[in-house]
DNA sequence: CTCGCCTACTAAACCGGTTCAAACGAGCGC
DNA sequence: GCGCTCGTTTGAACCGGTTTAGTAGGCGAG
């Protein structure tokens, strides 16, 4: 016997055992196993414990012993406090929440550096890639341990589960939209393409460079309307900000907007940058939609409530949060891949061009 | 000798020092302390790790010899979805990130009924507790774990760090606002007093019952500033809606605009209050600040944004949540107190009354 | 040559539990 | 009186590492 109930004074398992006299696995089961215990030794057991201050198993040391942390792991792209300022982000890291809510799985938010030191480290037992991205530090490092993940957005990556939009067709819906309306010079309104905090008028060239999937589909979804509509591509610019918040879609805007002859309509790849175009329509003292048309991407709730309130395509943030956290929950599901629906959403913010 | 190197065919580390036929202290050794090694072995071990399939020392066990998990846990009151829907909690959130991110830990959000399921098993060194609450499920499993916390907006509480500002203050410099501009007929909007689900027009009895410290606090300083301008409190009907989200504002604004004589104040304490009572405002065909003044609490982004632009009382979630953690950081810091500034904003939802 | 010290590495204890096969005793049918 | 089953309880292995005290060997100084 002689078990070392009381090491540098911490109450652990085996000190509640010495004290009464019974084995460490009656006190694990007095906790994880109660029907295994006469109700006799399991009140004894649990009354021992809170008289010594025990405060239940070390859920590390559980979790060592099970292999399951009952957690799920949320990666994401860029630093993850920049998540909190894009109200898409925000809206799907509820839909995530409310998956872990009801299944007791804590929600463990990975961020530190591109190197994945966090992500290297992290007690999770799966983990949300929400980012759009080839495999760099972070992702490399849940993939390295093994770790089942799915992408939200991203490339599909062999093993790993997937879920995402048609972004492509919804991007075209909304050029379509404009197009249908008479439109004939458009502007484009776009997030960063590639990872180099470039700003400018992206060319054909750095459009076929883009690097994150959704961009690189809702870039070629406007080209394909718009060629299906008998323009050229290369006459719409595609205005290039970072990072990709409402300041970035003013910016843009105001360069869109400064040109000779002033583009009539804009597609943002986003409501962020939408909503910072109309901003820059007020500044340049312009018309939604009288003077141009702005067409976003999402649906965020502010879209609703703008001023104008935005035409945009809808999809649902949420629900990509819960599949995508569900995928997980279902083991044998990972490699399975969810297409969300989109769906044009016409509001007050476009319409016919001036001269018609 | 003769470790255990392939027990179930997993890698572990022991598999890769009976390779090389070392002892585990030194595979352990070539990860954590590489200068421990001559480099010429720790290169051994690091390429045979790799040929094998040895991602690096399972965290989990790494962490239970070294008792750091290196990740920060964050309880939020009301389930942990509801929290992205509160525009000043994201922020709040977005602050904690930040610090999380500087320094490589993980931000681990918390949910799981108010049991505290979750609270007592997740696996993270501190707790940042954004409730407002006297110890419940899930704080008391943080008590009894022993770990170390902060508790934000809430009561102060014995051998935990604190941060929050002065509601009170902040209240009172709203309704003063309100009175000096000749307002005599003031309605309140407040979040749920008792965690009931209740929704009427509380009475002073159910005012004193309010449980939660911020509205308790807030409602004081109405009540002094009310007081001090010579008004009677018990004449200022306080409108009580659950939960906190702009709906319940419109529905409060509603009911408190259907009154005869209508007010023609609106103190909201929150936001998304008030900007859900600017839209009841507009739903009844009132003018905003000509017929009716409204002012927040928060500041949030989108008070700025709102139409008119909504008078409110600043404070900064994001230094909370910056604060917060930081203070968790430096552990004989931990029973700190911090207030952070309040401060009226003036923008042009609020004006005199009709009459003046 | 010897002592002491330093470097490189190891054995064994430890972190705090869970789990499983086996032991034990009691009750029961025959 | 015997063999069985059933419900309890336990010893020992295990989860996968980290760490500390200590050893072997090489080297310089005295």
Redesign the interface.
Known sequence: METDGRRGGRVTLATVADALGVSRATVSNAYNHPERLSSTLRDRVLHTARELGY??PH??????SRGR???L?LIYED???F???DPAA??F???V??V??HE??????????PAG??A????VDAVICYCDVPIDGKLAAVV???LPFVVVDGPRLPGAGHVGIDDRRGAASAARHLLDLGHTRLGVLAMPLVDDEWEGTADLERQDRARYRACRERLIGYREAVEAAGHRWSAVPVEERSPYGRDAGRRAAAALLARRPRPTALLAMSDELALGAMAAAADAGLSVPGDVSIVGFDDVP?AADA?PALTTVRQSHREKGRRAAELLLRPHAVADEHRLPVELVVRASSGPPPWR
Chains 1, 2 share one sequence.
Request: proline content about 4%; charged content about 10%; aromatic content about 2%.
């Open positions: 405060a239940g859920p590390l040391a559980a979790t060592l942390v009952n957690a792991g630093p993850m406090s998540a909190f300022s925000v809206l890291l509820q839909g929440s409310e872990c809510e007791d799985l804590a929600l463990v938010l990975i961020s530190g550096g030191a966090v290297r480290v992290a007690l390295d341990r093994g502010a001023h």
